[in-house]
């Protein structure tokens, strides 16, 4: 039975790029990407459009991952052209690469440690600290983990969190943020303006709404599931951390590729240098990786997820309103 170091180790043969594969995952999503967007403008029929409306959240989320995988320097390091495609797609995303990724990395390396920042993560409280907090605590805790924050995570994480809120954290260290805003809205008002509402909506708003809206509930219920585990500072590990506070989001095979196997997600947080397309053959070839703890889209597992609170560290789980008394 492989622990530890030894089942780190187990994965490095996977942790090695194919490099005709990224790009030719890259390349078909990323045009895949410009077509469903160009579908919604060109395309005879309201019914038509409003379907390619939706396949472009689709693939902004499927590119996003693929952006993300290049964030962790997993596909295309050193490439000129790939660095130009995810430096412009970042910004289009509302997501400016640098402080994105320095916020993802310290999700790496701070997942489910109970008493560490919620940067890049959503936050965990003990029963004890949210029976000591203040009611403005309370209430902001709450806010950050409530459905309606995923919901509207266009407007709450990524507009928010993401831009305004770096920029005025530190203005000169994150005035890219406050260029990515500018652009994103001016973006708006010129399709809003030149092409009308409809154009606006289907072309601009509704993908990205979509696609942020999935991205918060994935990235929420990959650390915030039944079963999840988090440890004191002193007690943490990285294996730990991967296989038993990250799930495996047990998909049908569309959405896996939606997705672009960002459900694996025990093993990607297990060894982030896995590129995305190896991620179902590491699971499939390593014994240890495959019975993680699980999750779904089935409505049931996502209310199921929703429900967990706070981490009772005298039972060792996350605890609902109801178990905690408070319903």
């Excluded at 078909?28 to 019914?47: C, E, K, N």
Aim: contains cysteine.
């Amino acid at each position: 039975m492989l622990t530890g170091k030894e089942l780190i180790l187990a994965t490095k043969p996977y942790a090695k790029e194919i490099r005709w594969k990224s790009w030719y995952y890259t390349l078909t999503s990323f045009f895949l990407l410009i077509g469903a967007i160009l579908g919604t403008y060109f395309l005879p029929s309201i019914f038509l459009r409003v379907l390619s409306s939706v396949f472009a959240a689709m693939m902004l989320s499927r590119f996003f991952i693929i952006f993300h995988d290049y964030q962790h320097h997993t596909i295309l390091r050193k490439s000129a052209i790939a660095n130009a495609i995810f430096t412009i797609f970042g910004i289009y995303m509302i997501t400016p690469p640098n402080i994105w990724k320095r916020s993802h990395d310290h999700h790496h390396g701070h997942n489910a440690k109970l008493f560490s920042a919620s940067i890049g993560s959503f936050p965990i409280m003990t029963k004890q600290k949210f029976m000591e907090a203040s009611k403005m605590e309370r209430f902001e805790y709450l806010a950050v983990r409530h459905p309606l924050n995923m919901f509207f995570a266009y407007f709450t994480t990524f507009i928010y969190g993401m831009c305004v809120q770096s920029f005025m954290s530190n203005p000169r260290r994150h005035w890219d943020s406050l260029a990515v805003l500018i652009l994103h809205f001016s973006i708006a008002v010129f399709l809003f303006v030149k092409f009308g509402w409809l154009v606006w909506f289907l072309t601009f708003f509704l993908p990205f709404f979509l696609s942020h809206m999935l991205g918060s509930y994935l990235f929420y219920a990959q650390h915030n599931f039944p079963g999840v585990t988090y440890k004191k500072n002193v007690e943490w590990t990285y294996t730990h951390a991967a296989l038993e506070s990250s799930s495996f989001m047990d998909l049908n095979p569309f959405m896996q590729w939606v997705t672009a196997n960002i459900g694996f997600h025990h093993i990607h947080h297990l060894n982030s240098k896995i590129p995305f397309y190896r991620l179902p053959e590491a699971m499939a070839a390593i014994p240890e990786l495959q019975e993680p703890k699980m999750t779904t889209l089935k409505p049931s597992d996502i209310v199921a997820c929703l429900r967990l609170k706070v981490w009772d560290t005298e039972q060792n789980k996350m605890l609902s309103f109801e178990e905690m008394g408070m319903a």
